[in-house]
């Protein structure tokens, strides 16, 4: 079984619409939760980070957390065509960032 | 501020040759990672740097792999001898030692 399970979709939604796109891990060690987003060629970049549960919001983004679950969220308002990229979860259970557990990512599409 | 940065952005070679991949960080981060992402699979972590010493090498396939990082600046990682099954994407990232990790845009490596 992996450590963090993602669907790696693909999910097409049309501009506008909310995304929710989600991870399930089973490493109850976990306390750092990220979500990256990764353009076609480059590199993943940090979107959003929370530590332990609860909610963090930024501008359009939400990212939500659920130890008890071990369920992690993130949601997209008002999308756009320009977060059509693909969106990788990742984690780990230590300070420093060292070896973060990545999910597969899911290839979002957002339609005009 | 320049990102990180990695060269070549691809790489073919044939099995049995040697490759050997470069990273220079962002300035001022003491903290440098390689991670490979294989067709179809998570990206997964390799090793992590703090300065020049090796903080964490378990993500490391085998011994036909060698990371170095000189006086604490830039990473070079060499495969030798390069198999098939070493054809993926090589990202490095760096960091200020939190959760933050700054990702280059990879070195594509196909072995042939």
């Known amino acids: 079984q992996k450590e963090v399970e993602q669907d790696p979709g693909p999910l097409s939604v049309p501009e506008g619409a909310i995304v929710s796109l989600n991870c399930t891990y089973s490493?109850?060690?976990?306390?750092?939760f990220m979500w990256y987003r990764q353009y076609s060629r480059k590199g993943p970049e940090l979107l959003m980070y929370?530590?332990?549960?609860g909610n963090k919001e930024d501008g359009r983004f939400t990212a939500q957390v659920d130890k008890s679950s071990k369920y992690i969220s993130l949601f997209i308002r008002d999308s756009q065509p320009s977060d059509s990229a693909t969106y990788l979860c990742a984690m780990n259970g230590n300070t420093g960032g060292f070896k973060t557990i990545f999910g597969a990512g899911t290839r979002l599409f957002v339609k005009a | 501020e320049a990102g990180v940065t990695q060269f070549p952005s691809h790489s073919v070679i044939e099995k049995g040759q040697t490759v050997t991949l470069r990273c220079d960080p962002i300035s001022g981060h003491d903290n440098l990672y390689w991670y490979r992402r294989v067709m179809g699979k998570e990206i997964k972590f390799l090793l992590h740097?703090?300065?020049?010493?090796?903080?964490?090498e378990s993500g490391m396939p085998n011994n036909r792999f060698l990371a170095e990082r000189t006086g604490g600046t830039y990473s070079t990682l060499k495969v030798q001898p390069a198999e098939l099954e070493d054809s993926g994407v090589y990202f490095c990232?760096?960091?200020?030692?939190?959760?933050?990790?700054?990702f280059g845009s990879g070195t594509q490596l196909s072995v042939l």
């Open positions: 490493n109850s060690a976990f306390q750092y």
């Open positions: 990232a760096s960091s200020q030692g939190g959760q933050k990790l700054f």
């Open positions: 929370t530590y332990s549960s």
């Open positions: 740097f703090v300065k020049e010493s090796k903080q964490d």
